[in-house]
């Protein structure tokens, strides 16, 4: 589980392998402290095991599943990513509740500068649009950020400074490919109302809600 407040800004140093697989080395430093194979850091958002590392980086295979879903399999060596380990019990949660399990892409269509903050706009695949709702929460290339609006196929998000500077995002361009989780509390309020549209079933009842382990 991650928070979607960036650690650090890796660089990438090689993407070795094809379509069905890869193996993907960062040049880093604050996620190198403690760091043990088998932990689990984020890379633009996406969860990743850390099968090695060295004083200077960290490496982690990329199944095709996740080449196929992320722009993980776009990276060249030189591009900055988005670092962030896991969260740890009884650390600050400053952001939201995100999982590395991204949902899909969305390319930059838009960005505008407004008073302090950037404004960019990004094409919002049709499946994810019921996730998503004005001033609730999305990672986008695993940066918590807050939806200021929403309009037929796009959603919209402010950068202040500060995390222009400390992410990778405030290097983005028109058309480049992010990364998008939406909101994992929505995801499953959605799929309990799903559920409750079943015959026999009576909406969300208690029972319901103890099925599911929320009581």
């Known amino acids: 589980m991650f928070?979607?407040?960036?650690e650090e800004i890796g660089v990438v140093r090689s993407l070795a392998g094809g379509q069905s697989s890869a193996v993907l080395t960062v040049d880093a430093a604050v996620v190198l402290e403690r760091v043990r194979v088998g932990d689990s850091i984020a890379i633009n958002g996406v969860c990743l095991t850390v099968t090695g590392f060295s004083a200077r980086s960290i490496t982690a295979d990329v199944m095709p599943e996740t080449l196929r879903k992320t722009n993980l399999g776009s990276l060249q060596t030189g591009d900055r990513v988005n670092l962030e380990r896991a969260l740890a019990l009884g650390d600050r949660l400053g952001g939201h509740l995100v999982t590395g399990h991204v949902d899909g892409t969305g390319a930059i269509a838009g960005l505008?500068?407004?008073?302090i903050a950037t404004e960019i706009r990004v094409l919002l695949p049709s499946e994810l649009q019921q996730f998503v709702i004005p001033q609730g929460s999305v990672a986008l290339d695993g940066v918590s950020l807050t939806i200021a609006a929403i309009e037929t196929g796009t959603l919209m998000v402010g950068l202040i400074p500060h995390t222009k500077e400390t992410t990778a995002l405030g290097g983005k361009r028109v058309g480049d490919l992010l990364n998008i989780e939406t909101d994992l509390l929505g995801k499953y309020v959605n799929?309990?109302?799903q559920r409750s549209t079943i015959p026999d079933r009576q909406g969300v009842t208690a029972d319901l809600l103890i099925e599911n382990g929320f009581i």
């Open 191 to 193: 799929r309990l109302l």
């Open 3 to 6: 928070t979607g407040i960036v």
């Open 112 to 115: 505008q500068s407004r008073g």
